[in-house]
């Protein structure tokens, strides 16, 4: 194994970090629906951009091609209830939840794709899952609640379920549909549902306020560098398990934003989940 599949996602992870602590204060205040559409909208464009810079070229047949816009809807899917659950669940509840994407991908790529992973990989790849869930939770939060919001919780089970799906399809597909390509088709394809199923369904499409605006912008470009790591790193290296484990750091990256910018301090059991995901990606880096 090569140093690949760790920076690339170390990259998805810190982009994908940026862009939902970036989309954070706005989702709230234009709702999950449209927050979901012009991310994914403006993260479109980037791609776009970037696709007629580099090409798109494309070993995949048509029926690849129509999975993975299928494979769209599922992305859209993940983001909305992403939304969703962080609107109305409790985030120190929902968050870590959403976050353990990997664990989906890893057993997918494991059992339907049939990777395999060594003894110390499965280790690290653990060590940064429980790390992910640890510096996502506030403790004291969940002492302080009386009862769990279910809407919230599964919703954040769905947006877990469906995150992980699309992770399973890159690593099945990405290699023929290519890099720019399936980036591409799962941003705008979802932005187009977003607005379609929007008008149909009388959801508030208009475009967000001029204050929470650039928030937004910036949250759809740093996710499309995201994507687009996320899936060269799954390409080149052709070990999702390690990608995706990496990536789903994002909320980690989130948590330290609010530890830097908001003044937020760690609790102990923050501190271990540090301790674990920095390990983990140690363990990784020098199995590599």
């Known amino acids: 194994m090569t140093f690949l599949p760790i920076i690339t996602g170390l990259l998805a992870a810190f982009f994908w970090g940026t862009s939902d602590y970036l989309v954070g204060k706005p989702s709230r205040a234009i709702g ?41 809807i599922v992305a859209f899917l993940a ?55 640890l510096l996502s939770t506030r403790l004291s939060a969940l002492r302080r609640r009386k009862k769990i919001v279910a809407s919230g919780i599964g919703s954040a089970i769905l947006s877990m379920l469906f995150f992980g799906g699309t992770a399973i399809f890159a690593g099945a597909y990405a290699v023929v549909i290519g890099v720019v390509l399936l980036s591409l088709m799962w941003r705008s394809i ?29 949250a759809g470009i740093t996710d499309a560098f995201g994507v687009l790591a996320f899936v060269y790193g799954i390409v080149a290296s052709s070990t999702l398990p390690i990608v995706a484990s990496l990536a789903g750091f994002a909320g980690g990256v989130t948590a330290i934003y609010a530890f830097a910018l908001l003044k937020e301090r760690p609790e102990p059991s923050q501190w271990l989940g540090i301790l674990l995901a920095v390990a983990g990606v140690v363990v990784l880096s020098y199995i590599a």
């Open 32 to 72: 999950q629906w449209r927050a979901t559409t012009y991310v994914l909208g403006f993260s479109a464009i980037v791609l776009l951009l970037v696709s007629l810079y580099t090409g798109i070229g494309t070993k995949a047949d048509a029926s690849v091609i129509l999975l993975a816009a299928l494979s769209s």
């Open 79 to 133: 983001f909305l209830f992403a939304f969703r659950a962080f609107r109305y669940g409790d985030l120190t509840i929902t968050a870590p939840i959403v976050g353990t994407y990997p664990a989906i991908a890893a057993i997918g790529a494991v059992f339907i794709l049939g990777e395999t992973i060594s003894g110390p990989e499965a280790a690290a790849i653990a060590a940064i899952i429980a790390g992910i869930v």
């Open 190 to 218: 979802s932005a187009g549902i977003g607005f379609v199923a929007g008008y149909a369904t009388r959801q508030d499409v208009s475009v967000p306020q001029r204050k929470y605006l650039p928030s937004i912008v910036m």
